[in-house]
């Protein structure tokens, strides 16, 4: 098994160096348009249909009535069929139902070769409006994908929740089996109130963010709320009101400075992905739920991670959102799970003695689960940057499903 040759697929993520474009806006919101249109064709049909036939059922609307380039309208076709087939599988395992899909004009998918090319500063893609080039941010990390070793595969254009336009490009190469081991060094990142941020990386590098004098002024905040809260008075609510937006703007700047220390952390030990908790999950343990309840209700724990997602793919470092179950009552050396671990802020094992603080322990747990994460993946013989845009590349596409049933 030492000489298998694998295939290799990466994802990376790049940033265009345009602002709001109408020409890019326009092929977006056509391009989902056209998806819609195919979205309709396939759910009529009632079970999903391969793209072949749907393109035959869809390429002559897509191109006069909705006015796609011919390439554009067999990727439409290609990618809302297989949209459905992802749906089919979620259905399969019971997690949602036959619906109608509809897609956000966020992404557009391109062929290389066809309606996209790309070197290392500039990308050319086709729009409505004809072949443009725009210009791409040049990373360091980027580097190795114009090297000439790989093979580019169909690739998305997707305008982040930032209001930035990123190119998802998709690359390929075969390549001797990789060595797991060797393959990266992950950070785990806990959010939380005693430190902002506490982060863990595979080599064993460990740091606190505290924020400073923030605990503090928000505790003063809190006290100001329940006072106000108390007082029940229409001047009281105004003034609440007035408060919390400055508590908001407070805790965006104090986010915005946390989350680029914590990114510059990340460069400097070479960390490529980084995990987060899935805060915003359902789960039904009820451990959770306490927990979740708990960072749940504060935005500024969800702000935080948002940031860190952003600034993290602004310099290629993956980001993947981990199960938060036990993450903080799980022994990071026998494995042991108990409530009883964890006291306030030390952490216990009631089995094998490890002490440490409990923050820096829910941290190395997220570690250990983006690796584990990872370490799946790679065994199937996929290395990607971005695990979610990658294993089902022809949905990554968009929010699957909105839930409108039809
Ligand atoms: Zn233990």
Not at 95 to 117: M, V
């Amino acid at each position: 098994m030492k000489d298998a040759i694998v295939k290799v697929s990466k994802t990376t993520i790049l940033k265009l160096t345009t602002d709001e474009d109408s020409r890019i806006e326009k092929t977006i919101d056509k391009f989902t348009e056209g998806m819609d249109y195919a979205s309709t064709v396939v759910h009529a049909n009632q079970k999903p249909m391969g793209a072949i036939k749907l393109q035959k059922l869809t390429y002559a609307h897509l191109r006069s009535e909705i006015g796609l380039k011919s390439q554009m309208s067999c990727n439409v076709a290609r990618q809302t069929a297989g949209a459905y087939k992802t749906l089919q599988a979620q259905i399969r395992k019971g997690e949602t139902y036959w619906q109608l899909l509809k897609f956000a004009p966020t992404n557009i998918k391109f062929s290389y070769g066809r309606d996209f090319s790309i070197n290392h500063d500039e990308i050319s893609i086709t729009t409505l409006d004809g072949r443009q080039k725009y210009g791409i941010m040049n990373y360091r990390y980027a580097e190795q994908f114009f090297d000439g070793s790989w093979k580019y595969q169909a690739s998305e254009l997707v305008k982040h929740k930032d209001g930035n336009y990123y190119f998802h490009l998709v690359c390929e190469k075969e390549i001797g089996e990789p060595d797991i081991t060797q393959a990266s060094n992950f950070m785990g990142i806990d959010v939380g109130i005693n430190h902002l941020a506490v982060t863990f990386t595979t080599n064993g590098r460990r740091k606190f963010f505290t924020g400073g004098e923030i605990k503090n002024i928000r505790n003063i905040y809190s006290k100001q709320r329940k006072r106000l809260q108390e007082k029940d008075t229409r001047s009281a609510t105004r003034v609440l009101k007035h408060q919390s937006g400055r508590e908001k703007r407070f805790m965006r700047d104090v986010n915005h400075v946390i989350s680029r220390q914590v990114i510059e952390s990340a460069i400097e030990d070479n960390v490529s992905v980084i995990g987060l908790e899935d805060l915003t999950g359902i789960r039904k343990r009820t451990e959770v739920r306490k927990k979740q309840r708990y960072k749940h209700n504060s935005w500024a724990f969800r702000e935080l991670q948002t940031f860190i997602e952003y600034k993290a793919h602004e310099v290629g470092i993956a980001v993947i959102y981990i199960d938060p179950r036990y993450t903080s009552q799980t022994c990071p050396t026998c494995l042991h799970i108990s409530r009883n671990n964890r006291n306030g802020r030390s952490f216990l094992c009631e089995v094998c003695d490890y002490a440490l603080n409990a923050d820096l322990v829910g941290a190395m747990n997220i570690e250990a689960r983006t690796r584990a994460f990872r370490h799946d993946l790679e065994v199937q013989g996929l290395v990607v940057d971005s695990p979610d845009e990658t294993i089902s590349s022809e949905t990554s596409l968009k929010p699957l499903p909105t839930g409108r049933g039809n």
